[in-house]
Structure formats: structure tokens, C-alpha cells
Nanobody, 119 residues
Framework: QVQLVESGGGLVQAGDSLRLSCAASGRTFSSYGMAWFRQAPGKEREIVAHITWSGSSTYYVDSVKGRFTISRDNAKNTVYLQMNSLKPEDTAVYYC????????????WGLGTQVTVSS
């Protein structure tokens, strides 16, 4: 069992930066791939970034490439999403996810953290 708790969301202006954190409980954290998804009002949830269990491989949706960076610290059971050059279209609830077959199958979800970017 893995429990995920996100933090770091907030209200920022376009061009600002935020760093989201996702703290995981459970001794098997390092065996899971981790991902960040987001869901904007009226839109479907979409994957933003994914990182393998070892951190050796990452994936980003095209709209955030070059601006967002996903990373993990297995010693701290934490995954991060550094978001730079934020745009109003990045406004969404951001969810942390864990799974052994990400991004196809999510085994665990966090409750989400709101990110709002004003123009």
C-alpha cells in the first residue's frame, strides 16, 4: 500500500515558477514508477510527466517540455515537479500517481494540489 500526499500548489503569475512535491508512505516506494497528472476544469485528466523507479528515464507531454522537470529522491520517498515559465493554460489540479505499469495503469493516486496561473 502506498499513500501519496501532494504539496506546493498555489496562485502565481504567468512566467513564475512552482515546485510540487509528493510524499509517499510505504517501504516499496522505490519500486514504483511515479507520474504527475493534471486536470483542468471541463477537461480530461492528462499525464504531464513520468519517471521510472530508478529515475533513469523520464517522459513529458509536449506542452511542458523544456519548462517542467520531474525528479525523485528514493531516500526521502518523494517525487518532485519543478515547473518554470508557467502559463495560464497550466492551471489545473495536479495529481501525483504511482504504478508499476505507468502511465497505462495507475495503482495509487494522491488527492491533488491546485495550481492557478494568472495572466
Amino acid at each position: 500500500q502506498v499513500q501519496l500526499v501532494e504539496s506546493g500548489g498555489g496562485l502565481v503569475q504567468a512566467g513564475d515558477s512552482l515546485r510540487l512535491s509528493c510524499a509517499a508512505s510505504g517501504r516499496t516506494f522505490s519500486s514504483y514508477g511515479m507520474a504527475w497528472f493534471r486536470q483542468a476544469p471541463g477537461k480530461e485528466r492528462e499525464i504531464v510527466a513520468h519517471i521510472t523507479w530508478s529515475g533513469s528515464s523520464t517522459y513529458y507531454v509536449d506542452s511542458v517540455k523544456g519548462r517542467f522537470t520531474i525528479s525523485r529522491d528514493n531516500a526521502k520517498n518523494t517525487v518532485y515537479l519543478q515547473m518554470n515559465s508557467l502559463k495560464p493554460e497550466d492551471t489545473a489540479v495536479y495529481y501525483c500517481a504511482a504504478g508499476r505499469k505507468l502511465p497505462i495503469v495507475v495503482d495509487y493516486w494522491g488527492l491533488g494540489t491546485q495550481v492557478t496561473v494568472s495572466s
